[in-house]
């Protein structure tokens, strides 16, 4: 009995990712894909309804619109992320992977839209308009003392209103709003401004030290994505001028210029993460239709074709002419 042999035992062979937990993962996983589709698309119908929101201010003028609705517009043009119909043991890291880095997307876009949902009450507020009717008669009076000729003045008057640097005034339903008040409201909202300024610089921060890991690597796309971030880029000056009657709604307007940067600024910070992260998560489709680019058309090609890809980072042609003027 004692001398009997007692065959040895051997384990199965230990795959990478065993069945029984790629089929609980893959579960999982398609789970959050579906919740972060289902919160993706509540994101753009709020994104939508700020657009119509702003639409149908009739207090504000075109100049207000047209910056507030490109605003809404970016958040809306970038589609929700398409995931791989199968899940296999060679994807389904890469697949979890890039699952948690469009969630934090996700999640940095709503709060984003969350501040400027929050703004949508101040620019209802009238306090960032333009001069209005009685800024235009006095604009007509300077320049004909000046000796400008009647065609000329009616032509500056049209142009003024159709962009927006003056509207035409409604009847006011009580007193103006105090000079103290209204000093005092923007230099919170300049506060504000600055505060998300810096919070913005912290983004760029970590996409330099995304570069600084990057730059001895031999992929070009990623030297292009340096020396493209790193472009000069026109930042509104610090809000320290003293505010007072007769300056405080060219400093509102400038403070609206800045809003506009900043929104601009902020999508191209996110964009050049995203790129980024999407190198570093084995992405290989743009990498090698930019490599493309580079070898055949050359530096200003690529750049060309990686701004053309930032589609919800575009603006439309009135926000064009907007950021070329106020910046």
């Not at 601009?264 to 995203?274: A, G, Q, S």
């Amino acid at each position: 009995m004692y001398d009997q042999q007692i065959p040895l035992l051997h384990p199965p062979p230990m795959d990478t990712v065993s069945n029984v937990s790629l089929s609980v993962r893959d579960k999982r996983l398609r789970v959050r894909q579906q919740t972060l589709l289902s919160r993706w698309n509540n994101f753009t119908k709020r994104v939508l309804a700020g657009m119509t929101q702003v639409t149908e201010m009739e207090s504000v003028s075109s100049l207000v619109k047209t910056l507030y609705r490109t605003g809404f517009e970016r958040m809306e043009k970038q589609p929700a992320p398409k995931f791989d119909d199968e899940i296999t043991a060679a994807n389904i890291d890469q697949e979890e992977r890039r699952l948690k880095y469009w969630e934090g997307e996700l999640d940095a876009k709503r709060a984003d839209l969350a501040d400027w949902e929050s703004r949508l009450d101040f620019v209802a507020s009238g306090a960032e308009l333009p001069k209005g009717v009685g800024g235009l008669v006095e604009f007509e009076e300077s320049n004909r003392k000046g000796g400008l000729p009647e065609a000329s003045i009616a032509k500056l008057a049209e142009f003024m209103l159709r962009t927006g640097r003056v509207i035409y005034d409604k009847e006011r339903t009580g007193p103006p709003v105090p000079f103290k008040l209204r000093r005092q409201r923007l230099i919170h909202e300049q506060r504000d401004f600055e505060n998300r300024r810096a919070y913005q610089a912290l983004l760029g921060k970590r996409i330099k030290e995304t570069q600084q890991a990057t730059r001895n690597s031999a992929h070009i796309l990623q030297f292009a994505l340096i020396m493209y971030y790193t472009e000069s880029d026109y930042e509104p000056a610090a809000f320290d001028t003293p505010i007072t009657e007769h300056n405080v709604r060219d400093e509102e307007l400038r403070l609206l210029y800045a809003e506009a940067w900043l929104i601009r600024r902020n999508d191209i910070d996110r964009y050049m993460l995203m790129r980024l992260h999407e190198m570093r998560l084995g992405f290989h489709e743009k990498r090698i239709k930019f490599y493309e680019i580079w070898n055949r058309d050359g530096a200003h090609a690529l750049v060309e074709a990686m701004q053309s890809d930032m589609e919800y980072a575009r603006i439309d042609t009135d926000g064009q002419f907007i950021y070329q003027v106020g910046m």
